[in-house]
């Protein structure tokens, strides 16, 4: 989840324009709807923590998965 949020901010810095444009969207939503900008970006956050927690989990049960596999081939 990190390396795919640092990616997309990479291309972004990498494209001056493109960021100029996102730029430029979201001072004029602040500037035109800012309790729904609010709203948008604290979604945005929440679907952002999820991605993190739902990573979280999936690495715990791997490694719990491979250190299980493990114990069992030494018992072998």
């Not at 810095?13 to 004029?28: D, K, Q, R």
């Not at 945005?44 to 299980?68: E, H, N, Q, R, T």
Request: hydrophobic share 60%; net charge positive; no cysteine.
């Amino acid at each position: 989840m990190h390396a795919f949020i640092m990616g997309i901010w990479a291309w972004i810095m990498s494209n001056p324009l493109i960021g100029l444009g996102v730029g430029a969207v979201v001072v004029f939503l602040f500037w035109k709807q800012p309790r729904q900008t609010v709203k948008l970006v604290i979604a945005l956050l929440v679907l952002v923590a999820l991605g993190y927690l739902v990573s979280g989990i999936i690495d715990f049960a791997m490694d719990s998965a491979i250190v299980k596999e493990r114990m069992i081939e030494k018992n072998e």
